[in-house]
């Protein structure tokens, strides 16, 4: 007989939890409906979604699409007129806004200039008058324009006051306010990026592309021609053809003349990038089967092996944006890109280069400021698209 001493004890029962809520039988449904939307979702779908959790990313393009849209009203945004002259305020300090006036509220308003010389240096000096509060008007009828040099206008966002003056930002030499020729030249500096990475981009794919798909003497050529275009250094290049432009030349043929140099010498970067995924892409299944069925080269290339990795193309050349506008700028800068009449940025930036104004008319270096804030902004949202478009991340 065995002693029961010996035997085992059983094992006290697990306390089994019940949940009291009520059992929903479509949550399951709403599980598998959301599990089907991610992983029947397309490319740019999923694109789209991890370019939305990249926060400064979303902030940087929403900047810039409000500065791209500025450029369609900027003859709303600018108070004055791109080319008028204020005689009598020439570089004169930016006008503050202020809201109370003697500790009473007056909305927005600025106080108007007193004029003095200096005995010393003969230096015209400005000074707020404090008794002459002259406040703004906003959505108003100011200054005449030409609507993008084809309908006329005088339709402003703000205007100064009857009579009285309004310089955000100060004026220039000439006595032309820089803040509304900063809105005017931002129309400039921005286009010129985008126009150009169009150019190129179409240069690289196209080259690139044949390159890529047909090899043999066609890849040595377009890399000879690649590796002669990168082994000259960049700022003589550019500021020997921007030199070589005739100066007889309209305002707008050396704007397109610039754009054009820039084009052909940012491709080859983009164009190596198109060639080596190309490269790789044309020996897979999907395209050695469109080849057996008898599609043309421009079609495989253009719809099946192009699309594979065109989110990597556009955030290559997000990134080259920025490297365009300040090409622009610095050439500009150096009296050898855009000239006046033409406004740009740089063009602006070029009235500066005396250090003895700059120190004593600081403002004059401001238009270095939208310049800073757009290629910030491009390299934020650059990188979340890079992201967006990386299927591991």
């Given at each position: 007989m065995t002693d029961t001493a010996d035997r085992p004890t059983p094992p006290s029962a697990?306390?089994?939890?019940?949940?009291?809520?009520?059992?929903?039988?479509?949550?399951?449904?709403?599980?598998?409906?959301?599990?089907?939307?991610?992983?029947?979702?397309?490319?740019?779908?999923?694109?789209?979604?991890?370019?939305?959790?990249?926060?400064?990313?979303?902030?940087?393009?929403?900047?810039?699409?409000?500065?791209?849209?500025?450029?369609?009203?900027?003859?709303?945004?600018?108070?004055?007129?791109?080319?008028?002259?204020?005689?009598?305020?020439?570089?004169?300090?930016?006008?503050?806004?202020?809201?109370?006036?003697?500790?009473?509220?007056?909305?927005?308003?600025?106080?108007?200039?007193?004029?003095?010389r200096d005995p010393e240096t003969l230096q015209r000096v400005y000074t707020p008058d404090t008794t002459q509060p002259q406040p703004l008007r906003f959505f108003c009828?100011?200054?005449?324009?030409?609507?993008?040099?084809?309908?006329e206008g005088s339709f402003h966002f703000v205007c100064p006051a009857e009579g009285g003056t309004f310089f955000f930002l100060g004026t220039d030499r000439l006595g032309r306010d820089m803040f509304s020729r900063i809105v005017y030249a931002a129309r400039i500096s921005l286009t010129i990026g985008v126009i150009g990475i169009v150019l190129s981009f179409a240069l690289a794919l196209i080259l690139g592309g044949l390159a890529g798909y047909y090899g043999g003497w066609v890849d040595s050529v377009v890399q000879r021609i690649t590796e002669i275009l990168k082994s000259f250094p960049h700022l003589p290049l550019w500021l020997a053809l921007s030199a070589a432009l005739p100066v007889t030349w309209s305002p707008l043929l050396v704007y397109f003349g610039i754009t054009l140099i820039l084009a052909l010498l940012d491709w080859p970067s983009l164009g190596r990038a198109v060639r080596s995924k190309l490269l790789s892409l044309r020996e897979e299944d999907y395209a050695m089967a469109a080849q057996m069925m008898g599609a043309k080269p421009g079609r495989i290339i253009g719809r099946h092996l192009l699309p594979g990795f065109m989110s990597h193309l556009i955030a290559s050349a997000t990134l080259s944006i920025p490297s365009m506008i300040l090409a622009e700028t610095a050439l500009s800068f150096l009296g050898l890109g855009l000239r006046p009449p033409i406004t740009s940025w740089g063009v602006l930036l070029n009235e500066a280069t005396d250090i003895n104004v700059v120190a004593v008319n600081w403002w004059l270096m401001l238009p270095v400021v939208p310049v800073i804030l757009v290629i910030l902004a491009y390299q934020f949202m650059g990188d979340g698209m890079r992201d967006a478009a990386d299927p591991y991340a």
């Open positions: 697990t306390p089994h939890y019940v949940n009291p809520a009520p059992w929903d039988p479509y949550v399951s449904e709403k599980l598998t409906a959301e599990q089907e939307k991610y992983y029947m979702a397309g490319q740019w779908k999923l694109m789209w979604w991890r370019f939305r959790r990249h926060r400064p990313a979303v902030v940087s393009a929403a900047f810039l699409a409000l500065m791209y849209f500025s450029c369609l009203i900027s003859e709303w945004i600018a108070p004055h007129d791109l080319h008028t002259r204020h005689v009598k305020y020439i570089f004169a300090p930016p006008q503050g806004i202020h809201l109370f006036h003697e500790g009473k509220f007056l909305g927005p308003f600025v106080y108007a200039f007193k004029m003095e009828r100011g200054e005449r324009y030409e609507f993008w040099g084809l309908v």
